[in-house]
């Protein structure tokens, strides 16, 4: 092994340190004025209407369909290739995850097979922006519009507010990507965000829901739910008890423990200062030479990374090789391993897992997710990554296919 290169390693500097020492100094570690100023920072930059930080974008997604309602004879539809955690949250809820098939050339879910799975049962669609890109969403907004008709609400609830399926993007790896002018987290009706370690930006672990602006839903309301939900139901946070004379409390109902701390949110805070100019920037520069070193060859099918629509936040490198199955990827994945060089594989398809096989999932009703999975690999995407290291990447890719 002549070289290690690291997989994806978070992009920590002196800035985030020093947030962090600020927090531990303060006297205040858990929720609280940074947790409040990050979500005040995030809504700014996605130009979305409010932001509720949490501790993780599962957390998000799972309150949204429990602020909804959205519960057992409930349908939800999302796609088959993305991580487990986009439909358990369904299921924790005792709603029917509907998995439908991606599109060809770019891994997100497909409108056409969104359409066919919508029933008078469906009260929410997830939407993933794999890698990055964002899915089709004004398309996925209008099959919804046109199916307003056909919505059957639980009356007295949000649903009934919204009056149709509500579409909730899980934008756990969309952070800066951009669709039609506008910034992912103001796109769908809501986007879940995920800082986990490996994200573009971080906070150790750590999400955030963030919504478009609609005029039949209160963002005070809303964002009064996610807190209530979030923090045992309790009506106070432990920064507004320790007011004079504040300690009164009242437990509206029994919620969920879903808070982000402040220390989490002071590395997100130092992170999002650097997001576009050294972050963002850097990572698409690497993409751009994987592009330049690639995507000439026949062999490789190298992902999007911006149309006339949509630019992606450069979170994954997702290649496909031309003629691979399942053994010529792996192999591949254990030869470039012998040389230091760590891949991936986003996503295996929903099906293949024994949880929702189980469920009666089928491989084989996901046709183009199962032949995009036999393919797939995952190059390394971080800026701790130099030219160097982009130049070993590729040619022992190269050497490896011609191998």
Not at 109 to 121: C, F, G, K, L, N
Not at 124 to 132: F, L, Q
Not at 265 to 279: K, N, P, S, T, V
Not at 326 to 335: A, C, G, M
């Amino acid at each position: 092994m002549s070289r290690k290169i690291q997989f994806s390693p978070p992009d920590i500097t002196q800035a985030e340190i020093d947030e962090v020492v600020d927090t531990l100094r303060s006297g205040w570690i858990t929720t609280g004025p940074k947790t409040k100023q990050f979500e005040r920072e995030i809504t700014t930059y996605c130009g979305s209407s409010r932001t509720a930080c949490l501790n993780s974008a599962t957390a998000g997604m799972e309150l949204l369909l429990r602020m909804f309602d959205i519960g057992p004879g409930d349908e939800v539809i999302t796609s088959a290739y993305t991580y487990t955690s986009t439909a358990s949250v369904i299921v924790h809820c005792g709603a029917t995850p509907i998995l439908v098939d991606i599109k060809p050339d770019d891994f997100n879910i497909d409108p056409a097979r969104i359409e066919e799975a919508i029933s008078e049962r469906t009260k929410a669609i997830i939407p993933v922006d794999i890698a990055g890109m964002p899915a089709d969403h004004d398309e996925i907004i209008d099959l919804v519009e046109a199916h307003r008709h056909r919505f059957s609400p639980v009356p007295g609830t949000l649903q009934e507010s919204l009056g149709r399926i509500v579409v909730i993007a899980d934008g756990a790896h969309s952070l800066g990507a951009r669709y039609r002018g506008r910034m992912s987290g103001n796109v769908a009706d809501f986007t879940v965000f995920s800082f986990h370690a490996v994200k573009n930006l971080t906070t150790a672990e750590g999400g955030a829901v963030t919504w478009r602006r609609n005029s039949v839903l209160d963002d005070d309301e809303i964002y009064r739910r996610i807190m209530l939900l979030s923090l045992h139901g309790q009506t106070k946070d432990a920064l507004a008890k320790t007011q004079s004379g504040s300690w009164e409390y009242d437990i509206a109902i029994p919620g969920w423990k879903h808070n982000m701390a402040d220390l989490n949110a002071a590395i997100g805070l130092a992170q999002l200062r650097r997001y576009d100019d050294e972050i963002l920037s850097g990572r698409k520069q690497i993409a751009t030479r994987y592009h330049a070193a690639l995507a000439e060859n026949d062999r490789f099918n190298v992902p999007l990374l911006s149309t006339q629509d949509k630019e992606t936040s450069y979170h994954l490198y997702l290649l496909r090789i031309e003629g691979y199955g399942v053994k010529e990827r792996d192999d591949l994945i254990k030869s470039l391993a012998e040389r230091g060089i760590p891949t991936n594989v986003h996503y295996k398809p929903l099906p293949m897992f024994t949880a929702y096989a189980g469920l009666g999932y089928l491989p084989e009703d996901h046709p183009v997710a199962m032949s995009t999975f036999a393919s797939e690999i995952t190059l390394p995407l971080h800026n701790l990554l130099n030219d160097y290291d982009v130049e070993y990447i590729t040619t022992s890719l190269l050497d490896g296919v011609r191998g």
